[in-house]
Each structure stands twice: as structure tokens, then as C-alpha cells.
């Protein structure tokens, strides 16, 4: 049973730091793309950050720059390194696993407001 559980939401100012945790078990996790996307109330919910098997990266337009994917095969977790974060990254965080049949985690809210 695939399962994604999301970790290191919050409440932070304009500017600051987070790092979002996604850690993967009922699968062979270094066999698939990673992704994670985020979903802002009243909007569709919209790309920010895949890494592939072999470390190939793609970024939304909107976090390019800021945000940083990364995975580590051996704990079977992705990250998302998200500096100097805007109002308008306030979102549900949700972690996908891609392909034909994507499974998505439960998503981790994160709120920038000062």
C-alpha cells in the first residue's frame, strides 16, 4: 500500500524559510519521479517542483529560483526547500508520486503572513 505522509508545514513571515518533508513507503522509491504541488483555496491545484529517478529537476515558473527538490533514496523521502517565501505561496502542500497511476499524501498546510 503506497503512502505518502507530508511534514514540516507552518506559519511563517514574508521572507522566511521552510522545509517540507515527504516520506514514501509501499514502493521501490527510487524508481519513480517525485513531484510536489500546492493548492491555494479557491484555485486549481498547480505544479511546483518534480525530481526523476535520476536527479532531473523541473520547477513552476512561480518558485523558480526560491524553492529547491531534492530526494534521498535511502530514507525514501523527498524534500522541498522553500526560501524566501510570499504571501503568495500560502497553500496545501501535497506530495505526488507520478506516472500512469499517481498516488498523492495527505497534504501539509503552509501559511506566510507577518
Known amino acids: 500500500q503506497v503512502q505518502l505522509v507530508e511534514s514540516g508545514g507552518g506559519l511563517v513571515q514574508p521572507g522566511e524559510s521552510l522545509r517540507l518533508s515527504c516520506a514514501a513507503s509501499?514502493?521501490?522509491?527510487?524508481?519513480?519521479?517525485m513531484g510536489w504541488y500546492r493548492q491555494a483555496p479557491g484555485k486549481q491545484r498547480e505544479l511546483v517542483a518534480t525530481?526523476?529517478?535520476?536527479?532531473?529537476?523541473n520547477y513552476g515558473d512561480s518558485v523558480k529560483g526560491r524553492f529547491t527538490i531534492s530526494r534521498d533514496n535511502a530514507k525514501n523521502t523527498v524534500y522541498l526547500q522553500m526560501n524566501s517565501l510570499k504571501p503568495d505561496d500560502t497553500a496545501v502542500y501535497y506530495c505526488?508520486?507520478?506516472?500512469?497511476?499517481?498516488?498523492w499524501g495527505q497534504g501539509t498546510q503552509v501559511t506566510v503572513s507577518s
Open positions: 525530481i526523476s529517478p535520476r536527479n532531473l529537476l
Open positions: 505526488k508520486r507520478e506516472g500512469w497511476r499517481p498516488d
Open positions: 509501499g514502493f521501490i522509491f527510487s524508481d519513480y519521479t
